[in-house]
Nanobody, 123 residues
Framework: QVQLVESGGGLVQAGGSLRLSCLAS??????AGWFRQAPGKEREFVAA????????YYSDSVKGRFSISRDNAKNTVLLQMNSLKAEDTAVYYC??????????????????WGQGTQVTVSS
């Protein structure tokens, strides 16, 4: 069983930056993803990183602005968010899966989830 706790959300002006952290209990070297859910919308893929951190993947909407990374020694996955826009406002969730032989973009592919952290970008 893996427990995930996100932190780092908050209120920021458009153009600003935030860094989200996801702390995993126990072993953290799983394939990890960040998702977000805005009010009235479905949860959507934001970014993902392989267990060793060698490969990263991004949605088109955040590519070039967000960066995912991990420190397995600290059981932590990070999401650096720069040039934030009002449309980035959402609850951001960290997710993980043990077995990984490909790229995972869908919520149903991740069995472990954090409780989410709110990111609000004011325009």
């Amino acid at each position: 069983q893996v427990q995930l706790v996100e932190s780092g959300g908050g209120l920021v002006q458009a153009g600003g930056s935030l860094r989200l952290s996801c702390l995993a209990s126990g072993r953290a070297s799983y394939f990890a993803g960040w998702f977000r859910q805005a009010p009235g919308k479905e949860r959507e893929f934001v970014a993902a990183i392989t267990a060793a951190g060698s490969n990263t993947y991004y949605s088109d909407s955040v590519k070039g602005r967000f960066s995912i990374s991990r420190d397995n020694a600290k059981n932590t996955v990070l999401l650096q968010m720069n040039s934030l826009k009002a449309e980035d406002t959402a609850v951001y969730y960290c997710a993980m899966r043990l077995l990984s032989t490909g790229i995972y973009y869908y919520t149903t592919q991740y069995p472990y989830w954090g409780q989410g952290t709110q990111v609000t970008v004011s325009s």
